[in-house]
């Protein structure tokens, strides 16, 4: 089964051709996932400028990371759910060019680091309160993380412009 | 006073952008030639009322005889909806002429700007913000 096959059969499921065909839901899903782009996308941004010393160099990261993360959490999984329904909603139309594949790549890259970034700092409490100051790791993973990030926001936004049938 | 006029403006701006952008998905001019009006008489074959932008497929028969599938492009299921147009109005084997422009690569492919069925109701359905407004068919353009 290849990945065309897969979308495929998520375009032609009850739940795809709703979505597809609806009046009002495919909107408000599409609103729902740039709006809470504001808590996953904008809180990441805050964090990682964090994690490069730029923002709020005050307050140690430890403290950031656990007021910012149900915040978080919740932000990305509303938007991560918007959009697995808009992929239902549209099909394999989203593999007629490379942009969404890249997109996932990216997004991918930005998991992965976002994990690496966890488990080597996740329990450094010296870090986390600040006690050891700046690490030279912590602001490449922040670095990776803003420029993954933001290359997922504007390749979602370049989907329609290379592909005609949208 | 001064303060009401302001947020008097600031909803008007808020709610004429909502008006606009909700069918300014990707331009009119990237992918269909305003210099290419056509219009094109058919039967259908398939109607895609999908979102963002819906689909309608009709043979047309050329003068030698020859069938070929045109596909134009068309509004939001909600736009179509609001003037008029749903999946009863179109079922597959309705005769329609369809008005709109053609698309820039040259395939059987355009943007659709009216259609009209059998019966003689026509719905003009061209909803891209940048799309030019359909040509008056006078007859006497060459």
């Known amino acids: 089964m290849s990945l065309h096959d897969v979308f495929q059969a998520m375009y032609d499921s009850r739940l795809g051709t709703a979505l597809a065909e609806s009046l009002y839901v495919y909107p408000m899903v599409e609103g729902v996932h740039l709006l809470s782009l504001a808590f996953s996308f904008g809180l990441i941004v805050l964090v990682d400028l964090r994690l490069l010393g730029i923002a709020l160099p005050s307050i140690p990261v430890g403290i950031i990371l656990r007021q910012l993360r149900p915040w978080m959490i919740g932000g990305f999984a509303a938007t991560f759910a918007t959009g697995i329904l808009l992929m239902f909603a549209l099909g394999p139309k989203l593999l007629a060019t490379f942009i969404f594949p890249l997109k996932l790549f990216v997004i991918l890259i930005a998991a992965l680091n976002a994990i690496w970034f966890e488990w080597k700092f996740g329990r450094d409490q010296d870090y986390l309160i600040g006690a050891k100051g700046p690490a030279l790791q912590a602001r490449i993973a922040g670095a990776i993380s803003l420029t993954s990030w933001s290359f997922v926001v504007v390749l979602g936004r370049l989907i329609p412009y290379f592909d005609g049938s949208f | ?142």
């Open chain 2, 1 to 142: 006073m001064q303060y009401n006029k302001l947020l008097q403006l600031a909803l008007l701006g808020f709610f004429s952008s909502l008006a606009v952008n909700s069918s300014a998905h990707h331009a009119f001019s990237a992918e269909f030639d305003a210099n290419q009006p056509i219009e094109l008489k058919g039967v259908v074959s398939k109607l895609e009322l999908v979102n963002p932008h819906s689909w309608l497929y009709f043979d047309v028969t050329l003068e030698n005889g020859e069938k070929a599938n045109w596909g134009f492009e068309f509004g939001s299921p909600f736009s179509l909806k609001q003037k008029g147009l749903t999946k009863s109005a179109l079922p597959i084997g309705t005769e329609v002429t369809v008005k709109g422009y053609r698309a820039k690569n040259g395939l059987s492919f355009g943007y659709a700007v009216s259609v009209t069925l059998p019966d003689g109701k026509s719905f003009v359905t061209g909803g891209a913000p940048d799309a030019p407004q359909a040509q008056p068919s006078t007859g006497t353009r060459t």
